[in-house]
């Protein structure tokens, strides 16, 4: 049985791979690329496709459309009990925690994005130089899910850790790291800490027990922001943004859309966090989280076309409209026709 963190592609669906996915032993980070860490319990192909179809969906309306030029993973982890995964999550609370398999993994996909590869002849990797690694990592926009969101942690810390190992300066890390969008959600990591640097939106309900219990997420989040539904800075530069999202608010949102809510929702429910439906008169209801996937995916994408320009803030992208799935769609083909490459 595997130990590692196993990566799984969305394809477009054929009569000889109906589930419209495929497994992959590595890919190359050389095109926007959307990658998604689910909940605890991705232990299987199955859990592992369906993570990967909301996020698309969120894209483009339909499980069945793709969005050119762009790829999208989808982890799968290894079997575990449950007492595991809660093992690990208390131990990458603390600020410079990864575990072995985020550790392969880290070395497998993200390391020759920092690197030279290593040869007989020239043994020890050398740094890339930095314009270069901040291309590579603008390509890579995360979305995680509760157990999912201390797996970015993690892999955020063996980035850093790689970094230092081949000298970058704290500036150039800071620059670098902060290339690659990640959109979390009830996460149980520990995604305020102060070493993660990704741009980062940490939407969390507050009264999500599963978040209060095995994690100092919501916690800190309740320090910085004890209001709710208010996009609130973690960092002054405003790259790190904490949303408490209540359940009543979401009810609200999908009764204005002529959606009913007949069962008492579960604050830690995924579609708790991601609402993007359509209701009656063709309303769609967009959450920060459909907002800010949108948008921090339409950037990677339009770099295609300009060359390498810096993510925005979560605050600026949280201040654009995303345009309808249609105008998306546009958008891709549009970079799709472009030759040039990040």
């Given at each position: ?8 592609r969305?394809?477009?669906e054929t009569?000889n ?8 032993k ?15 319990g991705?232990?299987?192909i199955?859990?592992?496709d369906?993570n990967?179809?909301i996020?698309q969906?969120l ?14 993973i989808?982890?799968k982890?290894?079997v575990?009990?449950?007492?595991d995964?809660?093992k690990?999550v ?10 072995d ?7 497998q996909?993200?390391?020759?994005l920092l690197r030279?590869?290593t ?11 930095i ?5 590579n ?14 797996i970015a ?8 850790a790689?970094?230092?190992?081949l000298?970058y300066?704290?500036?150039e ?31 969390l309900?507050?009264g ?7 994690s ?31 359940v009543?608010?979401i009810?609200?949102k ?12 579960d604050?830690?429910k995924?579609?708790n ?31 295609l076309?300009?060359?390498f320009t ?7 992208m949280?201040?654009e ?10 958008r ?8 040039q490459?990040?």
């Amino acid at each position: 049985m595997s130990e590692d963190i196993e990566l799984l592609r969305r394809v477009q669906e054929t009569p000889n791979n109906q589930s419209g996915i495929e497994e992959v032993k590595g890919f190359a980070l050389n095109k926007p690329t959307l990658l998604v860490f689910g909940g605890m319990g991705t232990d299987n192909i199955d859990n592992a496709d369906e993570n990967a179809k909301i996020i698309q969906m969120l894209l483009t309306g339909s499980s069945k459309e793709f969005p050119p030029d762009v790829q999208i993973i989808s982890a799968k982890y290894p079997v575990y009990q449950p007492i595991d995964y809660v093992k690990e999550v208390r131990q990458a609370q603390k600020e410079d925690y990864y575990s072995d398999k985020v550790a392969k993994l880290f070395k497998q996909q993200f390391a020759p994005l920092l690197r030279t590869a290593t040869t007989p002849e020239n043994p020890t990797p050398r740094k890339l130089p930095i314009e270069t690694v901040k291309s590579n990592l603008r390509n890579i926009n995360i979305v995680s899910y509760s157990y999912g969101g201390s797996i970015a942690v993690q892999l955020s810390n063996a980035m850093r850790a790689s970094m230092e190992k081949l000298q970058y300066s704290e500036q150039e890390i800071s620059q670098a790291m902060q290339q690659i969008s990640l959109l979390t959600l009830g996460s149980v990591g520990n995604i305020a800490n102060q070493k993660n640097q990704f741009t980062t939106l940490n939407i969390l309900n507050p009264g999500d027990e599963m978040v209060a219990k095995h994690s100092k997420n919501l916690k800190t989040a309740q320090a910085i922001d004890p209001e709710t539904n208010i996009p609130t800075p973690i960092s002054g530069d405003q790259r790190q943004m904490i949303i408490l999202q209540e359940v009543d608010a979401i009810r609200l949102k999908l009764s204005s859309a002529g959606i009913s809510e007949t069962s008492e929702p579960d604050p830690h429910k995924p579609i708790n966090y991601v609402n993007f439906l359509q209701g009656e008169n063709d309303i769609v209801v967009a959450s920060p989280a459909a907002i800010y996937a949108a948008n921090s995916l339409i950037h990677s994408v339009e770099s295609l076309q300009s060359g390498f320009t810096p993510l925005p803030t979560v605050a600026q992208m949280l201040n654009e409209i995303p345009p309808p799935i249609e105008e998306l769609a546009k958008r891709f083909n549009t970079a799709n026709k472009s030759k040039q490459r990040i």
